[in-house]
C-alpha cells in the first residue's frame, strides 16, 4: 500500500530521484519541449509539490477587503496546510496555521468571522489575531502556572500584498514578493492597479471542486490561446469572439522567468474581425472591466504614459502569477450586447489531492464603483467565469478529461507537447514578450520553473 509520509521522506532523503530511481527533472525535456503525463497523475511527485513548490512559492490565499475589520479572518490553504487569514488590532494581516501548537487540532472551525481569538476545541487553547498564545485551560493544574506562552503561539506564514490581494509563504529564503513578481506588475497595474480607491471584492469566493490534477488549470491559464480556436468556438457562433482563428490567436504573450505570464489582446485586430472600430477612443467606448465611465480619467492619472497607451492597444486578459493565482480582466458583451461591466476576477487553484482540486474566484470591482456597474460585473461573470459559467465548463470539462485519460499505466507514459513557439523573446517592461501568434512560449515558462524548483 502506497504510505505518502514514507514514500516523500525517501524520496526527499535521495534527492530528486522517485522511488523507481525517475528524476523528476527527466520527465521534463527542455530540448524537445515536451512534458511526461506522469507529473500529473503520480502520488509521489504530488507530495514533493507541496514541499517544494508550495513550500517556498508565495501563494494567493484572500483579498484584503474580504477583513477590513480588526478581529476579521477568513479560514484558507496553502497548498494542503489549512491557514487562517486576520486582521489583527493594529490593523496588520496574518496567515497563521491553522493547526494548534498543543496537540495539532484546528484552532478554528467557520469559513469567515470576527473574533478576539481563537480557542481550540480540543484542549481549549486560546490564540490572538496575531497567533500569539494568550489563555491555556487549566494552566495551574496542568503546567503549574510555569508555562512560557511565548514559545508556542501558531506558526505564521510571511506576508504580502499586491493590489490588495493577500499573498503568503512559508520559506525565509523567498524574495520579496515585489521582486519575486519583478516586470509583471507594469502589465498587471492595468488590471488591479488602475484608479486612487482601488478593488474591492463582490462578497466571499465561488468555490467548486472537480477531479484533476491542479496543474491541468494552472498551465493553461500560463499562457494557452490556443484551446480557444477549438474548445470556446460556441462563443465565436454567439459573436462574442472573431470567428477568424487568427484574430483569436495574435496577441502579446507577456512573461517572466519566474513564469508570471500573461496574454495581451491585439486590440486594432479584434475590433476589425469583429467589425468595430479602432481602438482610438476604447475607454470612452467601453470603460476598463468593473469602472465607471466617471472613473475613466483615474487610468491616466494613476498609470504612466506607457502603460496608458499599452493598456488601449494591447490589454492585459487572462494570466497567471506563478503558482496558483489567475486572473481574468476582460470585456465581453452581455445577452443584449452592451458592454457593460465586463469580467474582472482572480482565483486560486487548491490541490485538494492528487486527483482533485478547488477553484476559489473572487469578483472584483472599483471601491467607487455604482451600483449598476456592481451588478453588470457580478452578472457578467456569473454567466462566464463561475461554476455554471459558459467558459468554466468547458474548461474544467476539459482539465477532468485529460486527467481521466492520463492516469493509467499507458497514459503516463504520454508525452504532452508544447514545442510551438514565435521564436526568439523581445526583452520589454522588464519582461519576456513574444508578439504574434499564441504559441506555447510563455506557456513553457510554467515547466521551466516546476522543473527548477522540483530539481533543486
Known amino acids: 500500500m502506497f504510505d505518502p509520509e514514507t514514500q516523500f521522506e525517501k524520496a526527499t532523503a535521495r534527492g530528486p530521484r522517485l522511488s523507481d530511481g525517475v528524476r523528476v527533472a527527466d520527465l521534463i525535456d527542455l530540448e524537445e519541449r515536451t512534458v511526461c503525463a506522469r507529473l500529473h497523475s503520480d502520488e509521489e511527485i504530488y507530495r514533493l509539490e507541496m514541499e517544494r513548490i508550495f513550500g517556498r512559492c508565495w501563494i494567493a490565499v484572500a483579498h484584503e477587503s474580504e477583513i477590513p475589520n480588526p478581529g476579521d479572518y477568513v479560514t484558507r490553504a496553502i497548498g494542503e496546510d489549512p491557514v487562517i487569514v486576520s486582521r489583527d488590532r493594529s490593523g496588520g494581516i496574518n496567515i497563521l496555521l491553522n493547526t494548534c501548537s498543543h496537540r495539532g487540532m484546528n484552532v478554528c472551525r467557520a469559513e469567515m468571522g470576527n473574533t478576539k481569538f481563537f480557542r481550540c476545541p480540543y484542549h481549549a487553547w486560546s490564540y490572538d489575531a496575531t497567533g500569539r498564545l494568550v489563555s491555556v485551560s487549566a494552566e495551574q493544574e496542568m503546567y503549574d502556572g510555569a508555562l512560557d506562552k511565548e514559545k508556542y503561539g501558531l506558526r505564521r506564514a510571511r506576508v504580502a500584498t499586491y493590489a490588495g490581494m493577500v499573498f503568503g509563504t512559508w520559506s525565509e529564503e523567498a524574495p520579496p514578493l515585489k521582486e519575486e513578481l519583478g516586470g509583471i506588475t507594469f502589465y498587471l497595474d492595468m488590471a488591479f492597479n488602475r484608479s486612487r480607491s482601488g478593488l474591492e471584492v463582490l462578497g466571499p469566493p465561488q468555490r467548486w471542486t472537480f477531479d484533476a490534477n491542479w496543474k491541468l488549470a494552472a498551465e493553461q491559464f500560463s499562457g494557452d490561446a490556443y484551446h480557444t480556436v477549438m474548445l470556446h468556438n460556441s462563443l465565436a457562433e454567439l459573436g462574442v469572439f472573431p470567428k477568424d482563428p487568427a484574430a483569436i490567436l495574435l496577441g502579446v504573450n507577456v512573461g517572466t522567468e519566474g513564469a508570471h505570464t500573461l496574454r495581451c489582446l491585439d486590440m486594432e485586430g479584434v475590433m476589425a474581425g469583429l467589425g468595430a472600430a479602432a481602438t482610438e477612443g476604447m475607454f470612452d467606448q467601453a ?72 477553484i476559489m474566484s473572487w469578483t472584483l470591482v472599483e471601491k467607487d464603483a455604482s451600483e449598476e456597474i456592481r451588478r453588470a460585473t457580478a452578472r457578467s461573470t456569473i454567466q462566464t467565469f463561475s461554476d455554471s459559467g459558459i467558459f468554466e465548463q468547458d474548461d474544467a470539462e476539459s482539465w477532468a478529461g485529460v486527467y481521466r485519460a492520463i492516469r493509467g499505466a499507458q497514459g503516463q507514459k504520454q508525452r504532452l507537447l508544447y514545442f510551438s513557439t514565435c521564436g526568439e523573446p523581445i526583452k520589454e517592461n522588464g519582461c519576456l514578450t513574444w508578439p504574434g501568434m499564441g504559441r506555447d512560449d510563455i506557456q513553457w515558462l510554467f515547466w521551466k520553473r516546476y522543473r527548477e524548483l522540483m530539481e533543486n
Do not use: C, Y
Request: hydrophobic share 45%; no cysteine; glycine share 6%.
Open 287 to 358: 470603460p476598463p472591466p468593473g469602472m465607471d465611465a466617471e472613473l475613466v480619467a483615474q487610468v491616466t492619472e494613476v498609470l504612466s504614459t506607457e502603460q496608458v497607451n499599452a493598456f488601449i492597444k494591447t490589454p492585459p486578459v487572462v494570466g497567471q502569477v506563478f503558482p496558483t493565482l489567475a486572473w481574468i480582466n476582460m470585456l465581453l458583451p452581455n445577452a443584449a450586447s452592451e458592454i457593460k461591466g465586463g469580467v474582472i476576477t482572480f482565483r486560486t487553484w487548491v490541490p485538494r489531492g492528487l486527483d482533485h482540486m478547488e
